[in-house]
């Protein structure tokens, strides 16, 4: 296991720990970081912690389930009392980058239904500026290019003429989101406007969400490798 895992491992783990009371109902965030507190809750669950969870993505639905977390859907519940979930990058502010693993839709879609948002991150996710990590903006795969476009001229307003706009592609074929949508990432290296852009962004039609998630973490716990934690 890398020094990076183990930290996610640590800080998976210490969320449980920490955050976690029997009753909860719990929106499940979807990436490694998250997983490793899935494997964590189901090893509660398998020692008689009784809690439900709601997932962010089908590949968390499917570690929940493996591991016996009940799960419920949003036809059964109302607000969700705790949702963790990790990012690509957050900033001193607890604004994030998200949706490296193109959840970015469900992820958005739970914590608008969360009473409090736990983001949890190895401490390497911790920068000055949101931006190395390229910003995920999932799009409806009818007139992507158009919206595409769209997208270009909006950054370009903001300052980000140059910035490289790519289509998400694994094995040379477009990545497909769980909803049935494209991703593009847009590479703008340091954004000074977060919170402008994630409001932005969402406005063009044919994007349906944004990976700058701001002003949603309610507080942020990092681990290291040694498995020192802290808070922010
Ligand atoms: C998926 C995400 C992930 O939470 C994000 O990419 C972090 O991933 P990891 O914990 O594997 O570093 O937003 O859409």
Redesign the pocket.
């Known amino acids: 296991m890398t020094p990076q895992d183990r930290a996610?491992q640590h800080v998976g783990r210490a969320a449980v720990e920490r955050y976690v009371r029997p009753g909860m109902l719990l929106g499940l965030?979807?990436?490694?970081?998250?997983h490793w507190f899935v494997r964590a809750l189901g090893e509660a669950v398998a020692d008689g912690l009784e809690v439900r969870g709601i997932p962010t993505s089908r590949s968390t639905e499917e570690l929940a389930r493996s591991l016996d977390v009940p799960l419920v859907g949003f036809d059964e519940i109302d607000r969700i009392e705790l949702v963790v979930?990790?990012?690509?990058e957050v900033d001193h502010d607890g604004h994030m980058t998200?949706?490296?693993?193109?959840?970015?839709l469900w992820?958005r879609i739970v914590a608008d239904a969360a009473e409090r948002y736990l983001c949890v991150a190895d401490t390497t996710k911790l920068v000055e500026r949101l931006g190395a990590f390229p910003v995920p903006i999932e799009v409806v795969r009818h007139g992507w290019e158009s919206t595409g476009r769209s997208v270009r001229r909006l950054l370009s307003h903001h300052g980000y003429p140059d910035a490289p706009i790519t289509l998400r592609t694994k094995d040379g074929e477009p990545v497909v989101t769980d909803s049935g949508n494209l991703i593009l990432d847009a590479a703008l290296g340091s954004i000074t406007d977060p919170l402008v852009l994630d409001r932005e962004l969402n406005w063009i039609p044919g994007v349906v969400e944004n990976?700058l998630f701001t002003g949603i973490a309610d507080e942020v716990l990092f681990a290291d490798p040694d498995g020192a934690i802290t808070v922010m």
Request: aromatic content about 0%; hydrophobic content about 10%; proline content about 5%.
């Open positions: 996610k965030g979807s990436g490694t970081t998250s979930d990790g990012p690509d998200k949706g490296g693993g193109a959840c970015l992820e990976g």
